[in-house]
Every structure is written in structure tokens, then in C-alpha cells.
């Protein structure tokens, strides 16, 4: 009974699809759900390999190499025998002419992703090859249902499988608490560590990321991340050094993170603030347009700026000589004082400071 459950297969599956080919080429059809003994399928078989030569020949263009096909000699049923079921998983890796989330074949595909591979296997128990590809345009959230296609797979690809899966426990091991797209991180954890969304944080990563000197040890947006966490937590530098998985010598973590957060700092303000502050980011024409209609009638086309301090509430620090001159004593409170610089309706042209909290306006207007 065994053996001869054995000898007969299925070939209801993608991987059968050249059989139900060559039986309509000869003018008949097969059913849906299609067993055949072992001998009619290499029989088949052989035909395919005639007519791909023949085809071969006529068209000259060369088609890929089936994997199996120096098997194809032996007798009866080696060609499958080398395989190994792969319980309890589905796909059977020939799958470069379709998308792996909705199996339809034709529409505009990209290849998959390291990521997006192990996200099938662990998620959806669907073995993909390297060279399964998806819906460049995005289809389906959830893969469309494959049970009546099991895995069956060679020594070949289950080395490749093994390495791609101790890549992805690396991957996992060594990740650090926001990287782009994992799939996994929500927006509101973006916002709650960085106070920004996941689409904002990329808009900045791509305003820094050309100014930045390739690192291996540190990407933009990570950079970035750590960058906005250390000023919406105040964690210490050495804290966000393990949640980043900085990996270097425990006295050098904090000092690596610290010259990140300074570097992200310069970069992003070389990238936007000479083009949104400052008397050159506007030209003078520019300027005038900020007229309001009660500043046109008293200056007409000449030039109106307003000048006023203000200021920012800040911590009381722990250095004496700091915290002194934070403090203001008509505020009862430490804080930094800057002044703003602004066109009549209300445009601000540059912000100049910090200044001491105890000077005055007057004082600081001479600077
Ligand atoms: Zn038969
Ligand atoms: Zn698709």
C-alpha cells in the first residue's frame, strides 16, 4: 500500500504546470485535482525536455536550467527522491514568475526582500527561493492560502535556507530599537520616542543622509532616531547606547553615541536652517511681501523689521555658573533668552542667541 501511495503523485500544483501544458498541447485537457504514476510523469517529462530542445533550436533563445534535470535518466522515481518534505510549510521555491502574496503572474513584480522572505517563513509558513519576487504596486496584506502546495526541498536549497534563517536570528539579535520599515515597529512608537511619525523621520533622514560619510556602524535613520529620542527622553547617551545595540567597547558606547547626536545636530542644521532662517535665506523683494497693510501705509516699500527678545524655559543645571545665568530672577525661573527677528506679519527672518536670562533687550539689541 505504501509504495504504491508512493509512485503516484499529485500534479495539481504550480509545480505540475508543464504537464497540464504539454497534455493541452495535445489537445486535451486535465482535471483540476490530477494524480499520475510516476512513469507517465517522466514520460512526460522527457517530452518537455524534446520540444524545449526543438523550441530551443528554432527560437535560439536560451531558457533556465531546471534543477533537476540531470536526474531525469535515472530510473523511476529519483528525481524527487533527494527532496526533503519540509512538514508543515508551503511553496515549492519555483516561484520567479509570480507574485508570492496573491500568485497572480503578469503584473509588474519586484524581488523580495531578505526581510520580506523570513517575514513568509515565520509568519506565514511559505518557503520562498531568492528569486521569488511581489506586486511592485503592493496587492494583498495577507498571502493568499497555499496548503495544496507542500515543500519539498533539495540539500542545496536547504543550506541556502538555513543560512538565510541564522542571518535573520543575527539580524534580530543585533537590532536596534527603531530601524525604517521592520514591519513590526508601529507609528506610535515612533511618535512616543521621537515625536515624529515614521514618514517625517524618513523626509529628514533624506535631508541628512548625503551630507553624512558612509558609516558601517551607524545608518542615517538610526542616527536620526537616536538623535530626537535623546532630546524627547533626556535618557543618557550610555542608556540610548543599548537600545541602539552599539556595539563596541563599553567604554567607548556613550562617547559613539554622543559624537552621533552631535553630528546629526550639525547636519541637521546645515540642511535646514540657512534656507528658513537668517537675513540671507529671504531676498529683499521676498521680504516685502510680508508687509501688512497698516506697515505698507507707514513704511511703503522700504524695509520693516521687528526686533523683540523672547525666550525658553529651560532645566536648572547642575553647573553653578550655568544655572546662575539661566536664572531669571523676573521670571522666577531658569530659562534662555534669544531674540527674534521678524517681518510685519509675523514671518520670523532669524533668531539671534542664546543670551543670559538676566540681559535685557536693550543690552542684547547692541550685541
Ligand atoms: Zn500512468
Ligand atoms: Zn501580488
Known amino acids: 500500500m505504501k509504495t504504491r501511495i508512493k509512485s503516484w503523485r499529485n500534479v495539481s500544483s504550480k509545480r505540475y504546470q508543464w ?3 504539454l497534455v493541452e498541447q495535445r489537445g486535451s485537457e486535465l482535471e483540476e485535482e490530477m494524480i499520475l504514476c510516476n512513469k507517465c510523469r517522466i514520460s512526460l517529462y522527457k517530452e518537455k525536455k524534446r520540444n524545449k530542445v526543438v523550441r530551443n533550436y528554432v527560437s535560439s533563445s536560451i531558457e533556465p536550467e531546471e534543477g533537476f534535470n540531470e536526474n531525469i535518466n535515472r530510473e523511476n522515481n529519483s528525481i524527487f527522491d533527494n527532496r526533503i518534505k519540509i512538514e508543515g510549510f508551503y511553496g515549492d521555491g519555483n516561484d520567479k514568475d509570480y507574485c508570492s502574496w496573491c ?3 503578469g503584473t509588474e513584480t519586484k524581488a523580495l526582500s531578505n526581510i520580506e522572505r523570513m517575514l513568509l517563513i515565520c509568519d506565514y509558513k511559505i518557503y520562498c527561493s531568492a528569486n521569488a519576487r511581489r506586486c511592485k504596486n503592493g496587492c494583498v496584506d495577507i498571502p493568499v ?3 495544496i502546495e507542500p515543500t519539498y526541498l533539495d540539500h ?3 543550506y541556502l535556507l538555513i543560512n538565510d534563517l541564522i542571518c535573520e536570528v543575527h539580524r534580530v539579535k543585533y537590532m536596534p ?3 525604517e520599515d521592520d514591519g513590526v515597529t508601529s507609528e506610535g512608537d515612533y511618535v512616543a520616542w ?3 511619525n515614521l514618514s517625517q523621520l524618513k523626509d529628514m533622514t533624506s535631508l541628512i543622509s548625503p551630507r553624512m560619510h558612509k558609516s558601517k556602524h551607524r545608518q542615517p535613520f538610526e542616527a536620526l532616531c537616536m538623535y530626537w529620542i535623546k532630546l524627547k527622553t533626556n535618557l543618557s547617551f550610555r542608556q ?3 537600545l541602539f545595540k552599539v556595539q563596541s567597547k563599553e567604554e567607548s558606547i556613550r562617547k559613539r553615541v554622543e559624537d552621533s547626536f552631535h553630528a546629526i545636530s550639525n547636519y541637521l542644521y546645515d540642511a535646514i536652517v540657512p534656507s528658513h532662517l537668517g537675513i540671507n535665506h529671504l531676498s529683499r523683494a521676498l521680504a516685502i511681501t510680508h508687509h501688512t497693510a497698516y506697515t505698507t501705509t507707514f513704511f511703503g516699500s522700504s524695509l520693516a523689521l521687528i526686533w523683540d527678545g523672547t525666550y525658553i524655559y529651560c532645566n536648572k543645571s547642575e553647573d553653578h555658573k550655568l544655572q546662575q545665568e539661566t536664572y531669571s530672577g523676573q521670571k522666577s525661573r531658569h530659562l534662555v533668552k534669544f531674540m527674534s ?3 510685519p506679519d509675523g514671518y520670523i527672518l532669524d533668531l539671534i542667541g542664546p543670551f543670559k536670562a538676566k540681559d535685557n533687550d536693550a543690552k542684547i539689541s547692541k550685541v
Request: zero cysteines.
Open 177 to 179: 530599537l527603531l530601524v
Open 240 to 242: 540610548i547606547g543599548t
Open 156 to 158: 542545496n536549497q536547504i
Open 103 to 105: 500568485l497572480k503572474a
Open 19 to 21: 504537464i497540464h501544458q
Open 145 to 147: 492560502d497555499r496548503s
Open 341 to 343: 527677528i521678524i517681518l
Open 194 to 196: 521621537t515625536g515624529w
